[in-house]
């Protein structure tokens, strides 16, 4: 895919984030579809979520959504983080984690949540290059937080 990428937040509707969401299914560990109904799932997202967006001709190729209500604790939580297939490897996840996180410190926000499959180590490898340390496991998912330092710029 040569095509040119624009990013955009809180664009898709429910029925693109489900489109999305059930053409990266497989790519889930465990399947999205396993775990979830996608249509709803899809609904709770656009509805709740803040979403940050890769977008090619139309199609959204890439999408990070997190739930930033709780400002008790000031905690972010990272729900999906998907790339179509043919759009992995070009650095959309890592741009749209970029943007979650600038967007996570603009709130004030204090840290950002997420569990992933203890076995999908290209996810991981993702999130530590992005500053998250993994912290608990719960068999078979690895809770993984990133703290951050208001003030101080995510490199």
């Keep these: 895919m040569s095509a040119a990428v ?3 937040s809180n664009k898709a509707s429910a029925e693109q984030i489900a489109e ?13 579809s396993g775990r979830v109904e996608i249509s709803d799932y899809a609904k709770k997202i656009a509805g709740k979520a ?26 972010v939580y ?10 992995k490897g070009k650095g959309i996840a890592a741009r749209l984690m ?3 996180i600038e967007h996570a410190k ?4 204090q840290q950002i949540s997420l569990e992933v499959a203890g076995d999908n180590t290209t996810a991981i490898k ?4 992005n500053g998250f340390v993994a912290g ?18 995510h490199e």
């Design 6 to 8: 624009e990013c955009l």
């Design 20 to 32: 999305h969401l059930s053409r990266c299914d497989a790519d889930f560990m465990p399947s999205l």
């Design 50 to 75: 803040t979403r940050f967006e890769a977008w090619s001709g139309g199609t959204l190729v890439g999408l990070v959504a997190v739930y930033c209500n709780d400002q008790e604790m000031r905690i």
């Design 78 to 87: 990272i729900t999906s983080v998907s790339v179509l297939k043919e759009w």
């Design 98 to 100: 970029k943007q979650c």
């Design 106 to 109: 603009a709130l004030g926000m």
């Design 126 to 129: 993702l999130y530590e290059k």
């Design 136 to 153: 608990t496991a719960n068999t078979p998912l690895v809770g993984m937080d990133l703290y951050l330092r208001n003030g101080e710029k």
